[in-house]
């Protein structure tokens, strides 16, 4: 199977949502694809409470995609996970590639870049919306 990698900074609001999202979505389709997911910044969310936001798992819910009680909590990117990847997508290029060039420099260039921002510059249900648009086409490219 080829493996999407969706980047925040976190790993634990947009990335999470994006990867859930594309899996649900990926199987129902039948599609030779999963997601998987990756924080640029986890030492950034020392006020995140759990494994996975809040506003991610609603969202999630409203969906029909339920988040069991063993939900991995946010993990760090690492070189591996680059190399791992088939394609790599960062949730918001002005907050990432800033990240990318001071923290994997080499990958950069080579990942693709999303513009959904964080909760500081957009409501949750207005990310949450635009990341489902994205992953619902990026399916229809992958189909």
Excluded at 82 to 106: G, K, N, Q, T, W
Excluded at 125 to 138: D, H, R, S, W
Aim: proline content about 2%.
């Amino acid at each position: 199977m080829d493996k999407i990698l969706f980047l925040c900074t976190g790993n634990y609001y947009r990335s999470r949502f994006a990867e859930h999202l594309f899996n649900y979505y990926a199987h129902k389709q039948e599609l030779d694809w999963f997601a998987d997911s990756r924080g640029l910044a986890i030492e950034r969310g020392i006020n995140n409470v759990g494994a996975i936001s809040i506003y991610a798992k609603n969202a999630l819910q409203e969906r029909g995609i339920i988040i069991t009680e063993d939900e991995r909590f946010p993990t760090a990117v690492t070189l591996a996970d680059f190399h791992s990847a088939s394609r790599v997508i960062a949730l918001d290029e002005s907050e990432h590639r800033p990240l990318m060039s001071d923290r994997f420099p080499e990958w950069e260039d080579k990942i693709e870049y999303w513009l959904v921002h964080d909760v500081d510059k957009t409501v949750a249900t207005t990310a949450l919306g635009q990341i489902e648009q994205q992953v619902l086409l990026l399916l229809r490219q992958l189909g």
